[in-house]
């Protein structure tokens, strides 16, 4: 997966369809290194950070909202993976992984919530339903449709990801929980609602995140893109570090490989071993 350079900006690409960064760690380490002596802005496109609700609840957690944070939970349950050209996205070898190529963007969602290195990884998953019928060349694709993963961070904190591809009738794509000994934030996509609990008098708020409904119209991801975008020009105008690093990116495809480890092995994988 290469990079597109424009005199001193090079643009990683883009992560509209979910994909990585890259889908090995050593690939991951050759584009860290490249980016370390590269004289302009690198940026790698993670989205999710940049869906309005979801900025604020990262927001509101790193503000103390719920004060020490101890539980972070990611649900995304929606529809299989769409056919692309070739069909490439069926098969565990193009794609790193099912937990690599499509759960990179909460795995950097769960590095920047949680904000502490991330050190062991748990998961439990498989293909029960999607794509069991298709043959590519007499090939059955091998990419996984659901799973449960754990991370645990240096702090103590855990985070969750409950993601099942089989889900299409759901209220909301996406659910995050972040949970401390003060309160909890929930946040719902496409409903766009940060919900507010403190434990102190147990109450609860909902407030609706708006977005302009011309940025809705302009792009996917609750208008993330156009918000990515904004901050990317920034940071080229600026000369101000990249919101999201090289080495996020590499972070977040290990955490995926691991996840993939963890299943195909049955075991828990230390980060470090990879």
Request: net charge negative; hydrophobic share 40%; charged share 25%.
């Amino acid at each position: 997966m290469s990079a597109v350079s424009i005199n001193t900006v090079t643009i990683m690409p883009n992560q509209t369809g979910s994909k990585p960064m890259c889908t090995t760690i050593e690939d991951c380490r050759a584009v860290v290194e490249g980016a370390s002596s590269h004289p302009g802005v690198v940026w790698v496109g993670m989205e999710y950070r940049y869906m309005a609700p979801v900025a604020r609840l990262i927001q509101e957690v790193h503000d103390g909202a719920v004060g020490a944070l101890h539980m972070l939970a990611i649900r995304e349950h929606r529809f299989p993976f769409l056919p692309k050209v070739g069909d490439w996205n069926r098969f565990s070898r193009n794609t790193g992984g099912t937990l690599v190529e499509k759960c990179c963007h909460f795995f950097d969602l769960m590095n920047l919530i949680v904000a502490e290195r991330p050190l062991r990884v748990y998961a439990s998953g498989a293909q029960d339903v999607n794509h069991r019928d298709e043959r590519y060349d007499g090939e059955a694709p091998d990419i996984l449709d659901n799973a449960y993963v754990i991370v645990d961070y240096e702090g103590g904190v855990r985070a969750l990801l409950d993601l099942c591809m089989f889900a299409e009738a759901s209220r909301n794509e996406q659910e995050i929980a972040a949970t401390g000994d003060r309160g909890k934030l929930e946040c719902f996509i496409p409903e766009g609602n940060l919900v507010v609990g403190v434990r102190e008098g147990r109450k609860l708020e909902s407030r609706v995140v708006p977005v302009d409904e011309t940025i809705l119209k302009a792009g996917f991801h609750h208008g993330a893109t156009y918000y990515q975008h904004l901050a990317f020009l920034d940071a080229v105008r600026s000369g101000r570090e990249p919101d999201v690093s090289a080495q996020d990116g590499l972070v977040a495809v290990a955490i995926g490989l691991a996840a993939q480890q963890s299943i195909a092995e049955r075991r828990p994988v230390d980060l470090p071993q990879l």
